[in-house]
């Protein structure tokens, strides 16, 4: 009869002893009440306390958490658009009375602040302002949230404007706006390119007529030294100027003639003013030839003569 008494006995207290000890795990605090007021703060490890006396409350982690928080406003130019926030925070180790205590329901108190600064902030800027100074938005958020949740426990770690959401028709209107930009600056880019092509190719030209009129003025150079040295030649033996230009009239007339004729399918045409213009420059061209071979002829002679003289 005793062992049955025993044994009940031994069981309770086996469940009593292990009722004094508990783990906490690590970056976890357990907060204590005895008697519904608060007694302790335990951290990781083993620890003790009474049973039936003292009693498990919470258990508050030590980890960084998130909070997202989505927050539609409008902009300056009268824009609806949707932000979402990331705020990472954390409790103090060292205020965990505080974070357990004074705030019922931190994820609305947080929420609240991310409201009341985005709202406050957005309004001001143009909707290309939100997203070139979404950096300040976050970090007005976080300065409006460290401020006020390091009394209640809580440290703002980082804010950060993940994501800005215009409505759909805005943001198709934007990349409208951004295609039509870009087919301007491709527009641009190929008169550009049009002009510099018509100035390379104008330039070209006018080099190229600047040396075929430096090669003809050469050629003209030329020649008109090869006539003043013909002419230099023919008054040597005795024909003057006006004889000698109308030697070489005719002979280049000649030699205009060959080279037409050893053309293949050659056609000539001479068109005159009139019928007596065209037959006074033949006559003209057959006296000067008659008038070049009496001339070379009064040379033969004058130079057998002189010949036999001496």
């Known amino acids: 009869m005793g062992n049955y008494i025993i044994i009940p006995i031994l069981f309770f ?25 608060f ?5 990781s490890g083993l620890q003790m306390k009474i049973p039936l006396v003292d009693r498990i409350v919470a258990r508050v982690g030590l980890k960084i958490q998130q909070l997202d928080v989505i927050v539609e406003t409008k902009t300056l130019d009268d824009v609806f658009v949707k932000l979402k926030v990331s705020v990472q925070y954390v409790v103090i180790k060292d205020k965990v009375y505080e974070a357990f205590y004074k705030l019922e329901y931190p994820h609305d108190q947080i929420t609240s602040y991310v409201f009341d600064v985005v709202r406050a902030e957005v309004p001001k800027m143009k ?17 409006e949230l460290q401020d006020a949740m390091l009394e209640y426990g809580y440290d703002i770690i980082k804010t950060l404007v993940t994501d800005i959401d215009p409505d759909a028709q805005v943001k198709a209107a934007m990349n409208r706006i951004n295609a039509s930009e870009r087919e301007k600056i491709a527009a641009q880019f190929e008169g550009d390119a049009a002009r510099i ?34 002419v230099e030649v023919l008054n040597k033996v005795g024909i003057n100027s006006q004889e000698a230009s109308a030697l070489i009239v005719v002979t280049q ?47 033969k002679k004058q130079n057998k003569k002189n010949n036999g003289e001496q």
């Open 13 to 37: 207290a086996l469940v009593i002893l292990f009722k004094f000890f508990f783990i906490v795990k690590q970056q976890t605090a357990v907060i204590i009440e005895r008697f519904g007021k």
């Open 39 to 43: 007694q302790s703060i335990r951290q």
């Open 127 to 143: 909707l290309d302002d939100v997203f070139v100074k979404k950096d300040d938005i976050a970090i007005a958020v976080k300065a």
């Open 197 to 230: 092509l018509i100035v390379e190719k104008a330039k070209a030209e006018a080099e190229s007529k600047r040396l075929q009129g430096q090669g003809i003025a050469d050629q003209r150079r030329e020649i008109a030294r090869g006539l003043e040295e013909s």
């Open 253 to 299: 007339h000649y030699d205009t003639l060959q080279a037409i004729g050893e053309a293949t399918n050659a056609n000539l045409i001479l068109l005159p003013n009139s019928p007596q213009a065209g037959s006074d420059m033949l006559n003209n061209m057959v006296a000067s030839f008659t008038a070049s071979n009496q001339i070379g002829e009064a040379m």
